[in-house]
């Protein structure tokens, strides 16, 4: 059980360990009466054993559920019942299993299994929350058809596959495709939907819905939209339709993931799916847009073929986060989506790689899945994809898809399954390859270059650090993608894939007439750290003439990082190269805006830390934050005679469109305003937030306003304005935190957990303040550990509510081991404090101890 004391360690499962279930699940009848407290749960559910079966042993998974009664065959039985299921005799033919329990939705705070929100009745069963409903083999490997009957007052009553009949009080589903029970989903509420339809390329109608509070009905166009634009990318470019006919999505304000692909009834975190130009950023949006997608594709990545065991997550997650992020290039700008990407990974994947909490895309042990949802499964996993695709070529990629959609359709598959139908559509071996999904770790790539008489080389090492429990690493296939340019920038060589397969490798390029600049690992080919030692000139030269966008953006994101290093290694001034290379950037007006906007952001003050821990520093949080505001000081200074012509030449007048283009200008916009801030005092800003109509630009000019401290009056108007609506008020909480100084921000942090709108039942809210607070680098770690012991507090106080949103929280702490002794200090004690807490749950134990361990 998740609140029993910890006292004996919880226990670890392991891959090697796994064993089919002994039987067939033949079909699944469930009958929910709901009520808030005392919902009772009737299965009936038809079991074959299977002849010859490793382990005949009848166990169900099940937890907090009060068994009522229970038959087999049309007899009571009396099982014998554990912490965590049911064992029973049971017929060596076929037989009807059938049991009622008691559930109490509304005291389920950890928002696993049937629970409610806002009086909505709402569930979560990925990964292991179905057993919190009914007893069931509840593991993905187990897949079944699902009749679904639900009988209460509530308007509005849903769940997976097709409706089949409804009438006063009650209505019934039937999915009549097999699926896990970690897909099962109902929705009862007194909602509105938002309807619209789809005709599939076979002529197939799809009703579509999306179901909202009262209220919302006005924010689900975009989502909509968003829907039927995935649905018709799913077709054009995997081939794959809808099989139903009806797609539901609900969305949900107290929920811990983004969003849960259920077949059939996706159940969004309302702040994924709600959208309007007067509540929501361009950042929401291009979410919103991104996470439609992602689970509307996982009804064939992830719901036709599934996963074998929980080890395998990466099979679907990694897949379908490629594919989503293939689609956003496709709808809005490749080299801008990439480089966000990057950016991304470089904050989340990066760390988790190379601290204690480092694990292979593919684990081998957990004590509690949850605790695996993470960077290096997600993103990592869809990074590992796209070296795939890099080396067996478009052509290739669609051929083992095409085989992987033909070969597993229905089936719960393994990271064995999907290399096989690569090499069988290829006839590549991937025996090398697959370390992606086993080593942990980042490798080192290393790089060594020679010319002469025309032939250049390039001398690759690849190195891997020793991670937890792994500590030699063999080497890794990487596809390296390389363009070399003549001196005078043009391009000599177009981008080669170079295929390393060994510890150290050498490339040559013959006729060359005068040494190139190499561009290596261009459009990041492969998730590793380039080491090369090189100048600021040639990062400025890159930073001019690369054809690579990404590459082009890496050189000027270098010279940003070695600048700021200079000056907090050596006190030097912000390099004047740079601020001209940035200058004449910001004022090239045939370089997308968007592009301009991501050259012109400063690498985070966590990527300089990590950068400084990287080469042997030890980081100073407060000097890292100094270097960063004189450097944006500088900057404003000198380009203080254009900056009012930039900001009237990116703003976007005209009404609200959240498309890429305008998105690009007002991303440029926000930056340059922040640097008019600087000088002007706020003025610029103060009347941006007056004539602000949409979000976008009203939430820019206040996080300007706030970081300069003049935004007080704007602050209490915002709030004012929008206390009614919970997902503008979650930025409001975040934003007073992100943008506080160092010294203030625990303090302002700590007050916002005492207002009347900070609850710890919501996971939004709890982000906005607790995240924002981990989130503000210089803030988090001041010397004072006022942050360390506030985060701490607010984690033991929701580990009693809702394990799984604190067990990923603790993560903050994970980096704990490149700053100085004091802080380690610090930090160690409020993890301890953690740690020692009375009857911490399995999640947050085992997250601790593996970030103490390290
Ligand atoms: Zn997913």
């Known amino acids: 059980m998740k609140d ?24 699944v009848e469930l009958t929910f009466r709901l009520a808030p407290n005392a919902t009772r749960v009737i299965s009936k559910i038809r079991f074959s054993p299977k002849p010859g079966a490793a382990d005949p042993t009848f166990f169900l998974h099940g937890e907090e559920l009060t068994l009522i009664r229970a038959a087999i065959d049309g007899t009571e039985v009396t099982p014998t019942l554990t912490d965590t299921g049911l064992t029973c005799d049971v017929p060596d033919t076929p ?22 929100s806002n009086g909505m009745y709402c569930t979560q069963c990925e990964a292991e929350g179905f057993r919190k409903i009914t007893y069931y083999p509840d593991r993905p490997d187990v897949m079944s058809t699902f009749k679904v009957r639900i009988e209460g007052d509530e308007k509005v009553k849903l769940s997976n596959g097709n409706p089949t009949g409804n009438g006063a009080g009650w209505a019934e589903w039937h999915d009549p495709w097999p699926k896990p029970a970690y897909l099962f989903a109902l929705v009862a509420g007194d909602l509105v939907n938002h309807p619209d339809s789809f005709t599939t390329r076979s002529g197939k109608e799809v009703e579509l819905n999306i179901w909202v509070r009262p209220g919302d009905e006005g924010k689900c166009a975009f989502g909509m939209e968003a829907l039927k634009k995935s649905m018709t990318w799913d077709e054009e470019v995997y081939g794959r339709e809808y099989d139903l006919d009806i797609f539901n999505i609900v969305a949900v304000d107290d929920f811990n993931m983004g969003a849960m692909e259920n077949k059939g009834l996706n159940i969004f975190n309302s702040s994924c799916v709600l959208a309007s130009p007067d509540t929501s950023t361009d950042a929401n949006y291009e979410r919103i847009e991104a996470i439609i997608a992602h689970e509307y594709f996982h009804n064939w990545t992830g719901n036709r073929i599934t996963c074998r065991d929980w080890f395998q997550l990466c099979l679907k997650e990694g897949l379908t986060v490629f594919r989503d992020a293939q689609f956003t290039a496709d709808m809005r700008s490749a080299p801008v989506k990439r480089i966000s990407d990057v950016i ?66 229905g089936q719960a598959c393994t990271i064995e399954d999907w290399l096989k139908v690569f090499e069988d559509a290829t006839g590549r071996d991937l025996t090398q ?40 690493k063999a080497p890794r296939v990487i596809p390296i993608a390389v363009g070399l340019l003549g001196p005078n920038g043009d391009e000599v060589l177009p981008t080669q894939v170079l295929e390393m397969t060994e510890g150290k490798q050498s490339f040559t390029f013959e006729g060359l007439a005068a040494k190139p600049v190499p561009s290596i690992l261009r459009e990041f080919s492969a998730p590793v750290i380039l080491e090369r030692e090189t100048t600021n000139s040639e990062r400025a030269f890159l930073l001019a003439h690369d054809t690579d966008p990404f590459n082009r953006w890496e050189a000027g994101n270098a010279l940003a990082r070695e600048a700021r290093i200079a000056m907090i290694l050596d006190g030097a001034a912000p390099d004047a190269d740079y601020l001209d290379a940035l200058q004449k950037m910001l004022r090239d007006d045939d370089l997308d805006p968007a592009f301009r906007a991501l050259v012109l952001s400063p690498p985070s003050q966590s990527n300089i830390a990590q950068a400084l821990h990287e080469h042997g520093h030890t980081p100073d949080p407060q000097q890292i934050h100094d270097a960063a505001e004189t450097f944006a000081q500088t900057l404003a200074e000198q380009l203080a005679d254009s900056l009012p012509r930039l900001y009237a030449a990116t703003t976007v007048d005209g009404p609200y469109s959240p498309d890429a283009v305008s998105t690009g200008k007002r991303d440029l916009n926000a ?21 602000a109509d949409n979000m976008t630009q009203q939430y820019a000019a206040l996080s300007c306003l706030l970081k300069a401290e003049k935004g007080a009056a704007q602050s209490q108007a915002f709030y004012d304005q929008w206390k009614g609506d919970r997902l503008v008020m979650d930025k409001w909480f975040a934003l007073q935190i992100a943008t506080a100084a160092p010294e203030a921000a625990a303090q302002i942090a700590q007050d916002l957990t005492g207002h009347a709108l900070f609850t710890l039942k919501n996971p939004n809210r709890f982000r906005a303040v607790m995240g924002a607070m981990a989130g503000n680098h210089a803030g988090f770690h001041h010397a004072s550990g006022a942050g360390y012991r506030l985060l701490a507090e607010n984690l033991i106080a929701l580990d009693k509510l809702n394990p799984q949103t604190t067990a990923r929280m603790c993560a903050a702490f ?24 009375d009857g911490l749950s399995r999640d947050t134990t085992e997250m601790v101890t593996r970030i103490l361990d390290a």
């Not at 470089?346 to 684990?363: C, I, N, S």
């Not at 697959?434 to 190195?463: C, H, I, M, N």
């Not at 305003?673 to 002007?680: A, N």
């Open 4 to 27: 029993a004391a910890p006292a004996s360690a919880p226990e670890t499962f392991y891959l090697k360990d796994y064993t089919p279930f002994g039987f067939e699940v033949v079909s």
């Open 95 to 116: 037989f009807t299993w059938e049991a009622e329990v008691e559930i109490d939705p509304e005291g389920n705070t950890a928002l696993e299994g049937l629970y409610m």
């Open 344 to 409: 991304d990974l470089r904050a989340r994947q990066f760390p988790e790689d190379g601290g204690p909490l480092a694990h292979p895309p593919r684990p081998e042990q957990f004590q509690e899945i949850n605790n695996f949802y993470t960077a290096t499964v997600y993103e990592k996993g869809a990074e590992v994809i796209g070296m795939l695709k890099r080396l067996v070529g478009d052509d290739g990629y669609s051929k083992a898809l095409d085989l992987y959609f033909d070969r597993h359709d």
């Open 433 to 472: 390859f697959k370390l992606w999904y086993s080593q942990a770790g980042t490798p080192r790539l290393s790089v060594e270059e020679s010319y002469q008489d025309g032939t250049y080389t390039l001398t690759f090492e690849q190195k891997t650090a020793p991670t937890p429990g792994q500590p030699d």
């Open 671 to 691: 930056r340059i305003l922040s640097l008019l801030t600087r000088l002007d005092g706020g003025q610029q800003a103060a009347r941006q937030y007056e004539a």
């Open 814 to 837: 994970q980096t704990w081991r490149r700053y100085d002794a004091d802080r380690q200090a610090l930090i160690r004690e409020q993890l301890q404090r953690i740690a020692g807490t």
